[in-house]
């Protein structure tokens, strides 16, 4: 029996060969944290050596992770409805994404074990196709202070070269800035960052919950990262349930790309606006709000039913879990979406990528390549 990257194939039905088309096509991931592609099997290494004291091992942690979400009655009115009440599978410990996130950082000790993850990173993204990955990154934790953020993007990068080298893949990293920090702290992280240029460092992101910092904050650290020729993008219309956020990035911030961008359907004018600019908005399907997960998906759905260029990503994949693969399938088999489309969307997440325009029209000709073989044995079988 032939056997896919990601493991054993199924018996040839139509929907196994479909499964298999969607594992083989290659991919870009375009919205992935570095902290969050960590498995409970490295965690649990990295703790263990690091001596943290931890409420349970970590595979149940990992196991349980569960983020509860925002106040519900924020979301009474949307026109996908949220649900109201748990999922059917909540656990009866959760533990929070972002606790989860704290403890990785914390057991991180040194240069080696950035590079280490960084490349595992890589790593089991290339097992589900994944040919090109950008990594948003947090500023340096304070126990490593010592190291800096340049120190930190340097132990990234050689994380990347080290995927370039055993898995002919491409990658770049995303300095995230903290939306819970002042408008003053942004702006010294985003000095700090273009202080010191490196080309696998190709842009600026804002993350961490929506509710905590609106766009309009980081005006002044956007705009140095613009003047500083970086690609911008920020998490958008994902807990704050307007749209507004979403047309204060791109109009505000420059933002080229948005991650997530679900609450954008909230605005006839603006979802006309964004597809007619092709605004890339990078979705994923998976979520730790486990109750959740059903609006994501059908918020997805509208999206690409209104035309709008919804892009494929992983997130969080070590931890919720999931793969750039997994929410493919998710996309074809809860969503929808005919595999015509799904190919698009391959196409479009390197066409939005940030790679230089000579290293793109590469890529974009590899998958298409790639992506013409893939449908030929689809259309054979």
């Not at 790593?123 to 800096?148: M, N, W, Y």
């Not at 908005?281 to 959740?292: C, D």
Request: net charge negative.
């Amino acid at each position: 029996m032939r056997g896919t990257s990601e493991g054993p194939e199924a018996p040839d039905t139509p929907d196994a060969r479909v499964a298999r088309y969607l594992a083989r096509i290659p991919k870009a991931d375009l919205h992935c944290h570095l902290i969050g592609t960590v498995s409970a099997a490295t965690f649990a290494d990295l703790a263990g050596r690091a001596g943290l004291d931890l409420p349970a091992p970590p595979e149940i942690i990992w196991r349980d992770i569960n983020s509860l979400p925002p106040d519900p009655a924020l979301y009474r009115d949307t026109r996908v409805p949220v649900p109201q009440g748990p999922g059917p599978d909540e656990p009866e410990r959760p533990y929070s994404l972002f606790q989860a996130s704290e403890w990785v950082s914390a057991a991180l000790r040194d240069a080696d074990d950035i590079t280490r993850i960084t490349y595992e990173a890589f790593a089991a993204a290339h097992r589900g196709a994944t040919r090109h990955l950008e990594l948003h990154i947090d500023d340096v934790p304070p126990h490593l202070a010592s190291l800096g953020f340049h120190g930190l993007v340097d132990a990234c990068v050689d994380g990347i070269r080290l995927a370039e080298r055993d898995f002919g893949m491409t990658g770049r990293l995303i300095a995230s800035i903290d939306r819970s920090r002042s408008a003053a702290e942004a702006l010294a992280f985003v000095r700090t960052v273009v202080d010191r240029p490196n080309d696998y460092l190709a842009g600026i992101g804002l993350a961490n919950l929506e509710l905590a910092g609106p766009p309009e904050r980081f005006a002044d650290a956007y705009r140095l990262a613009g003047a500083a020729g970086l690609h911008r993008t920020a998490h958008s219309s994902e807990h704050a349930p307007v749209a507004v956020n979403t047309a204060t990035c791109l109009d505000l911030l420059g933002c080229d790309r948005v991650d997530h961008g679900y609450y954008v359907l909230e605005d006839d004018a603006l979802v006309e606006r964004c597809r007619a600019e092709r605004v890339p908005f990078t979705v994923i399907s998976t979520t730790s709000r486990r109750s959740w997960r059903p609006w994501r998906r059908a918020s997805i759905a509208a999206m690409a039913e209104a035309g709008l260029n919804v892009i494929l990503a992983s997130d969080d994949p070590g931890m919720f879990p999931t793969s750039l693969t997994r929410e493919y399938r998710i996309a074809a088999d809860a969503i929808g979406l005919s595999v015509a489309r799904l190919r698009e969307m391959s196409l479009a997440g390197i066409d939005a990528a940030w790679l230089p325009p000579g290293e793109k029209a590469a890529a974009r000709a590899r998958f298409e390549r790639e992506l013409d073989a893939c449908d030929a044995e689809l259309r054979t079988a």
